[in-house]
């Protein structure tokens, strides 16, 4: 071996030895976190810790009482004096709540390092304004909820969201707690890049407030900009701008209730000329198992939608929808685990 070839090994050698050293060094920095869960959360909870060796699942009784208050009571807590904690929750209706700030309210004072609330889905979102006296604005009433998590050892209390509803909602929150405002766009994208190279992928808006949210982190695909006006007592969507012919056109928003502006959507750009059509929405909420009429079905909305795209941020939801086409499961599991070292 001459000598410049031995120099040339060993230049490899050290860096391959470096980039060893600098992995295990960030794997030894990394937080060992204490994950605890509510019930509806069971399944996101094991996704989550079985994408990091540092999250151990923990677990709380969840009972109640005669009257149907809660009888609660968190395990192993004595163990998690000077460790991270982490609780997973799920505000899917007003009667789960308050069982669960019970716990959210303790936790950070069991002398725990320092606590993080994980709630992907922030309900009250849309019922962020007041449009005349006497409207109850719900979503600065949850934030201020949230926002009286009592501080842990280690300082106020980290809450991690995933695209909540209106951007001037984090103002809402008060400085006792720090909000983490995540996304579940990566997702969409990373699965966006596994379809089929011949189709001609753009994305759509329903409304200008979609635009606004999303279309920086979807640059890199062509965009149509749909928009709601008001026909006498009935708001039409229309084409806005963009041109959907002959391409697989995702629509992208935050959330779906019912799913109406979505079906009006498809029908326009179907009109329009888009070849297919699918959506993708953060927090398939579907009250009233709305998401029923998007399933692939002899009901006049058969194969409409090609995918329907909807993260696990609403646990029953997912649990409803099961495997059933066109709908599938982008996990925010991965994302939550990284958020969880932070």
Not at 138 to 154: E, K, Q
Not at 202 to 230: E, N
Not at 277 to 296: I, Q
Request: charged share 20%; with cysteine.
């Amino acid at each position: 071996m001459s000598e410049n070839a031995a120099t040339n090994n060993n230049n490899n050698m050290e860096k391959n030895q470096a980039i060893c050293k600098e992995a295990i060094v960030s794997e030894l920095q990394k937080k060992k976190v204490h994950l605890f869960y509510c019930l509806e959360c069971e399944e996101l909870a094991r996704n989550i810790a079985s994408e990091s060796d540092h999250i151990t699942l923990q677990s709380i009784n969840w009972r109640s009482f005669a009257d149907g208050f809660p009888n609660l009571f968190i395990n192993n807590a004595h163990e998690i004096r000077g460790q991270h904690v982490a609780f997973l929750a799920s505000f899917s209706s007003p009667a789960v709540i308050f069982e669960q700030i019970s716990v959210i309210y303790l936790l950070p004072r069991l002398f725990v390092a320092s606590f993080t609330l994980v709630l992907p889905f922030f309900p009250t979102g849309s019922f962020e304004r007041m449009e005349e006296e006497g409207d109850v604005a719900t979503a600065f009433t949850m934030a201020r909820i949230v926002s009286n998590i009592p501080i842990s050892r280690g300082g106020p209390t980290s809450v991690v969201i995933y695209d909540i509803h209106a951007l001037q909602e984090r103002f809402y929150f008060a400085d006792q707690v720090l909000p983490l405002f995540e996304t579940g766009i990566p997702l969409l994208t990373k699965r966006l890049q596994q379809l089929p190279e011949t189709e001609k992928v753009i994305v759509a808006f329903p409304d200008d407030g979609a635009w606004k949210r999303f279309h920086k982190l979807l640059d890199q695909y062509p965009t149509v900009v749909c928009t709601k006006v008001r026909e006498g007592d009935k708001r039409i969507v229309r084409l806005k701008e963009g041109n959907p012919a002959g391409c697989h056109v995702v629509i992208v928003d935050d959330l779906v209730q019912s799913g109406g502006t979505l079906i009006e959507c498809q029908k326009v750009l179907a009109a329009h000329g888009a070849a297919k059509v699918s959506a993708y929405v953060t927090h398939g909420v579907f009250p009233k198992s709305s998401w029923e009429r998007f399933t692939h079905k002899n009901n006049g909305l058969e194969e409409a939608f090609a995918y329907f795209w909807i993260t696990d941020s609403c646990p029953q939801t997912v649990k409803s929808i099961g495997n059933k086409a066109p709908f599938e499961v982008l996990s925010l599991a991965g994302s939550i685990a990284d958020a969880l070292q932070i």
